[in-house]
Each structure stands twice: as structure tokens, then as C-alpha cells.
């Protein structure tokens, strides 16, 4: 039974397209988030979700639109598709993340999202 | 959030300890050492945690010194599967979590 899961896995894309990746957690937590890890590994922050709201946007362009349907799911939408969105995509889960030090994030298995 | 300095790769044998330090010198009184590690560009998995004291569970131990400045994360027996690349995190809230370049971990037969 996977606790977050994604789809698709992989992702081949012409630029300019606009493709989606869905994550859905069923350990019951409220707090959802998407990670963006380039070509050099660097896993960072893009979008925080708390019970369908967004609480952290880090300075990710406007082509990218995460949906939170319900506190289950975060969807991650991609506009106008570039070369530099070639990456691996993780979506991960806390509990509550104002719960503090003691939250742990459970990570799905990510999506390799190549941009040709 | 505290900045941490961990080495970037390190080797060990087989069934020996595995011994991955951090520093975080600057690290704030509530602020938690958090470790987490990828394998094969998996997901992220949680390792262990802690605040002040050393901890342990099934998969390592977690020794955090007196100042609270430098950690050790121990894997006693080092199996091949256990080759990683590590992070040491320090954090207050569960959406602050910043992975640096972590240890590349390489468990040799």
C-alpha cells in the first residue's frame, strides 16, 4: 500500500505543451508539498499545501499552478513547458506542518519529466 | 534555518559502522536535526530525528553533541542497499525543510 504516490512516472514533452502530475497520499495528512531536483540533485522546495490551502510559493514561475482538490491530493500543473523544466518532481506529505520540529515528510517516488 | 556543512562522499565496508557527520554551528535552540537520504534518486526517506538527546530506532542512531553544533548519524552494520546520498537537515517547521548537497555514501563489499 503506497502512502504518496504519483503518476506518471515518467514524462516526455515537447516544449510548449502543458502537462500535469498528480500525488495522492493516504496517511491522512493535511499538509502536502512538491519538490523540484535538477540535473545537479539540489532537492528544493516549490509549493506547500495545508488542508487545501497554499501556504509556500517559493518563487516558482507562474507556469507552474498546483490544485489541491482535497487535502488528499496536489496536482501540479505545467504551462508552456520549457527546456529548464527537465527535472524530477517530488511530492511529499507531513502530518500538520505546524505541529514543529517533530514533523516528518513521507516522499513519493517522483516523476522524470524530460522536455525535448 | 540553520546552515549545515556535511562532506560529499564517503566510503565503508560492508557489515562495519557507517559514520556521517554534520555541522550546524549555528543551529537555534528549537530548531531540529533532521536526516533523510535518496537512494538511486528515489524519494527522500526519513532516517531519524532529534533535538537535544541521542536517539536511536531501527535503522540508526543519532548522536547530537553537548552544543548541539555537530551530529553523527550511525549505521551500525552498513549493508550494500544502504549506499546513499545522506542529508543532515536542521528545522523548525516541517515546510522549512532546505536539502543541501548531502554525503554520497558508497558501501563497498
Known amino acids: 500500500d503506497t502512502a504518496v504516490s504519483q503518476t506518471p512516472k515518467y514524462l516526455v514533452t515537447q516544449m510548449g505543451n502543458d502537462k500535469s502530475i498528480k500525488c495522492e497520499q493516504n496517511?491522512?495528512?493535511?499538509?502536502m508539498y512538491w519538490y523540484k531536483q535538477d540535473s545537479k540533485k539540489f532537492l528544493k522546495i516549490m509549493f506547500s499545501?495545508?488542508?487545501?490551502?497554499?501556504?509556500i510559493n517559493e518563487t516558482v514561475p507562474n507556469r507552474f499552478s498546483p490544485k489541491s482538490p482535497d487535502k488528499a491530493h496536489l496536482n501540479l500543473h505545467i504551462n508552456s513547458l520549457e527546456l529548464g523544466d527537465s527535472a524530477v518532481y517530488f511530492c511529499?506529505?507531513?502530518?500538520?506542518?505546524?505541529?514543529?520540529?517533530?514533523?516528518?515528510?513521507?516522499f513519493g517516488p517522483g516523476t522524470r519529466l524530460l522536455v525535448l | 534555518d540553520a546552515k549545515t556543512t556535511q562532506p560529499t562522499s564517503m566510503d565503508c565496508a560492508e557489515g562495519r559502522a557507517a559514520n556521517l557527520p554534520c555541522n550546524h554551528s549555528?543551529?537555534?535552540?528549537?530548531?531540529?536535526v533532521y536526516w533523510y537520504r535518496q537512494i538511486h534518486s528515489q524519494g527522500p526517506q526519513y532516517i531519524i530525528h532529534?533535538?537535544?538527546n541521542n536517539e536511536t530506532n531501527e535503522m540508526a542512531s543519532l548522536i547530537i553533541t553537548e552544543d548541539r553544533k555537530s551530529s553523527t548519524l550511525i549505521l551500525p552494520h552498513a549493508t550494500l542497499r544502504d549506499t546513499a546520498v545522506y542529508y543532515c537537515?536542521?528545522?523548525?517547521?516541517?515546510?522549512?525543510?532546505?536539502f543541501g548537497a548531502g554525503t554520497r555514501l558508497t558501501v563497498k563489499p
Open positions: 511529499a506529505s507531513s502530518q500538520d506542518w505546524r505541529s514543529g520540529g517533530q514533523e516528518t515528510q513521507y
Open positions: 496517511l491522512g495528512h493535511d499538509t
Open positions: 499545501y495545508n488542508n487545501k490551502e497554499l501556504i
Open positions: 549555528t543551529i537555534s535552540g528549537n530548531e531540529y
Open positions: 532529534g533535538l537535544k
Open positions: 537537515i536542521v528545522r523548525v517547521w516541517s515546510n522549512d525543510m532546505r
